[in-house]
């Protein structure tokens, strides 16, 4: 049975910045923030190319990961995968945190980059990054496997699709407010061949 949608406010904070190529009126890139009955599923989806059909492609794929947030990652993934086989297709990494566990189990295909900086100075490592697996969401993916995670209260989750530069990883978000942080590493890291999209999500720790 899938975990009921939840209206409470789960234990993150989150700050999104995004950019369309040209100073467009739609981008093809967008993210998700669905909370469930004891965890909150997160996620950042490209669609390919720019314009219209892309922002279509982004838009059918959130929909599918908001009304189905509570099943498994390689599910929702697969959903996706079977929606958009009539559009151009998407690239897209999701993560579900677990605050009843204090795990994360994250998913990636195609480019969209995603990066854990651990709160704790002492962890090793201090910040992880997330196996992408190569593929378009709608028309070709791989075999799919998810990776689970330790977190703590203070780690921040942050993904950017290819319109941001790899080197994204090496701006701290950690003790920032997310939506500063967001937008501050759009302004550093964006490029101006794409749209672009940073999207921060710190982990409060579980609820009290």
């Keep these: 049975m899938t975990p009921a949608l939840s209206t409470a406010s789960p234990p993150i904070a989150w700050g999104v910045s995004s950019r369309a190529i040209d100073g467009g009126a739609e981008s093809g890139d967008l993210h998700v923030v669905a909370p469930c009955a004891g965890s909150v599923l997160v996620a ?13 492609a982004a838009r059918l794929a959130a929909a599918v990961l908001s009304q189905n947030a509570g ?12 929606e958009l086989r009539r559009t151009r ?13 204090s795990r994360m189990e994250w998913l990636g295909v195609g480019n969209v980059e995603a990066a854990l900086h651990r709160a704790d100075r002492s962890a090793n490592p201090p910040r992880d990054s997330l196996v992408l697996r190569g593929g378009v969401v709608g028309y070709q993916i791989p075999a799919l496997r998810t990776a689970e995670r330790q977190i703590a209260a203070g780690d921040v989750l942050v993904f950017a699709t290819d319109g941001i530069r790899s080197d994204f990883t090496a701006y701290s978000p950690l ?34």
């Design 44 to 56: 950042a989806i490209d669609g390919i190319g720019h314009g219209p059909e892309a922002a279509l």
């Design 71 to 82: 099943e498994p990652l390689i599910t929702l993934m697969q959903r996706c995968h079977e």
């Design 89 to 101: 297709g998407v690239v897209l990494s999701m993560a579900s945190f677990d605050w009843h566990r």
């Design 175 to 208: 003790g920032r407010d997310m939506q500063e942080a967001s937008e501050a590493m759009l302004t550093q890291f964006g490029k101006d061949t794409d749209d672009a999209m940073v999207f921060a999500i710190r982990y409060l720790g579980q609820p009290s």
